[in-house]
């Protein structure tokens, strides 16, 4: 029996890269270590929450206390989602990639001299788009993350509309940022009432935010 605010509530949360196999030994994958999405976890933990934790082979280790679902690929990673449902709230922060190869070689694909292998690429399931847009079952919050180089806030509301989200957790991932792979976020929260910047905090710190307002909507 957990106590605190968010108890007897089932939160998902995905994390982490997914690898995109090109043969057994091969893959494409996003840049991602998993670093918030395990910081939300353990935040929610805190908090008195049960956490569902789907997660993409990451460079951290996951929280201790959540259900916990390994997968490669963005398509496990949708099956898995799915079979979590239903949940009071779902987190999106994995870094899914967009494409995956088609036609991935069940053996390594040997180098050859003069000749090039040719991927061709088929685009995967957008995990968050699909769960916001569920007509029956849906989670009563819903939040997507966005990574931005540029225009931060009006990329991140156009992004929350199209994906159908209620919150968007937009970063800046300008290089001379340093965040991406770093300990600090600097994030700006994008919801129905508006952008709200927050400062630069250690992505601990913004886990911590984040849960506790995820507490205050789920109230
Ligand atoms: O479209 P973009 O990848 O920028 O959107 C980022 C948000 O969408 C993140 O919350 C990410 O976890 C989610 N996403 C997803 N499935 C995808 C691509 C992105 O859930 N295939």
Redesign the pocket.
């Known amino acids: 029996f957990a106590a605190g605010p968010l108890a007897g509530q089932r939160v998902l949360v ?1 994390s982490g890269p ?1 690898h995109e196999p090109i043969d057994p030994v091969r893959y494409i994958a996003n840049r991602s270590s998993g670093a918030q999405g395990t910081a939300i976890a353990e935040a929610l933990l805190r908090l008195g929450a049960e956490v569902i934790f789907v997660t993409g082979p990451a460079d951290v280790a996951p929280p201790d206390g959540v259900a916990l679902h390994r997968v490669e690929t ?1 398509r496990q ?2 099956d898995a989602v799915q079979a979590a449902l239903p949940v009071d709230a779902a987190v ?7 494409w995956r190869v088609r036609e991935a070689s069940d053996r390594k694909i040997k180098k050859q001299a003069g000749t090039l292998p040719a991927l061709h690429f088929d685009e ?8 916001a847009q569920m007509a029956t079952g849906r989670p009563g919050l819903v ?5 931005e180089t540029n225009d931060v806030v009006e990329n991140a509301t156009a ?1 929350r509309a ?2 159908g ?1 209620d919150w ?2 937009a970063n800046d991932v300008r290089p001379e940022t340093g965040i991406m792979g770093g300990a600090e976020n600097a994030v700006t929260l994008i919801t129905s009432e508006g952008a709200e910047a927050w400062p630069r905090m250690g992505k601990r710190a913004v886990a911590e935010r984040l849960a506790e307002r995820l507490a205050a909507a789920l109230g």
């Not at 999106?92 to 967009?98: E, M, R, W």
């Open positions: 995905t997914t963005a990673m949708l999106f922060a994995a870094a899914v990639a967009d995967n399931p957008d995990i968050l788009a699909t769960v939040v997507g993350f966005a990574a992004k199209r994906k989200c968007i957790v």
